[in-house]
């Protein structure tokens, strides 16, 4: 082998553990249930430890217009569930905290579907919407999620309503299409019992 060739294999393997070590540290990252830097402090988010925060009535802000193809590639939109509690849940199939909540989202959608109350996810940063698909089929998750692999979606969010480095994270949106509760953190039965059940009971 040439002098040159050697030098070249050996910065090509050396950009490659770059991207790699690159990439472990953005998985790392957006894999995280803290909220230390949600930007929080410049909203009307009240009443939260820092990991589930309750908006007031009074101070709710319009969800923005969510729309595009779900993972089976049928057209959805928050704006089509206008009138009912709706919880978006944004997840992604390679991340362990979202894996350990789905069976108590799945729980929790089957058993408000009567109350008036739509789930919805986003499924983001799977590049393969085989990925996503695999892991709805494995947890039997029973509503629709929007395919968003590069997070387009997740930013048309009010600066301080989401993070979007942190997964999973779950917003409510009330039945005035407004944004009522953002959770930054795996969400508990209990946990979603007792951020869906007030809303439910707004008139």
Known sequence: MSPQRALR????????????????AMTTAACSSTSGTSGAGNTNFVGGTGEI?????????????ISGKTLTGAKDSLAAYKGKVVVVNIWGSWCAPCRAEAPNLVK??????DKGVQFLGINTRDLEVSNAKSFD???DIPYPSFFDPYGSLILRFPKGSLNPQTLPATL???????????????????DLNSIIDPLVAEK
């Open 9 to 24: 294999r050996r910065s090509l393997r050396s950009a490659a553990v770059l991207a790699g070590a690159a990439a472990i």
């Open 53 to 65: 925060n309750v908006v007031k009535a009074a101070d709710r802000k319009p969800a923005p217009d």
């Open 108 to 113: 929790v959608a089957n058993a408000d579907k």
């Open 137 to 139: 089929k494995r947890f």
């Open 172 to 190: 409510v949106i009330d039945r005035q299409g407004k944004v009522a509760v953002r959770a930054l953190k795996p969400l508990s039965e209990d």
